[in-house]
């Protein structure tokens, strides 16, 4: 079974940056849309980017301008460049596929809503 293992997280001051890494491990066959969410304390969770399998991105406007998502389909991995951070940023980040093909043994199977296990972004003021 395809898991997602997000790195990247940590501590960091007002106005610094961030890089998130989320890789799919064992590597599937293709993946579709991949993004990023976030889950303040005592918030609900919320889409942060999104980016399709023709690289088109979506952003929160909370982010826009500040955050950019990349992908790069051979390693099977997704980023967020996270610059300009503000403490209203601090977050668990999690890692988000909405469907992928993988193989199980000689059988290509289809896969829907994986998600990372979650990395804590914090910004200090």
């Known amino acids: 079974q395809v898991e997602l293992v997000e790195s990247g997280g940590g501590l960091v001051q007002a106005g610094g940056s961030l890089r998130l890494s989320c890789a799919a491990s064992?590597?599937?066959?293709?993946?579709?849309?991949m993004g990023w969410y976030r889950q303040a304390p005592g918030k609900q969770r919320e889409l942060v980017a999104t980016i399709d399998g023709g690289h088109i991105t979506k952003y929160a406007d909370s982010v826009k301008g500040r955050f950019t998502i990349s992908r790069d389909n051979a390693k099977h991995t997704v980023y967020l460049q996270m610059n300009s951070l503000k403490p209203e940023d601090t977050a668990v980040y999690y890692c988000y596929v909405d469907r992928l093909l993988y193989y199980s043994g000689d059988f290509l199977r289809d896969g829907t809503d994986y998600w990372g296990q979650g990395t804590q972004v914090t910004v200090s003021s």
């Open positions: 064992p590597s599937p066959f293709s993946i579709n849309a």
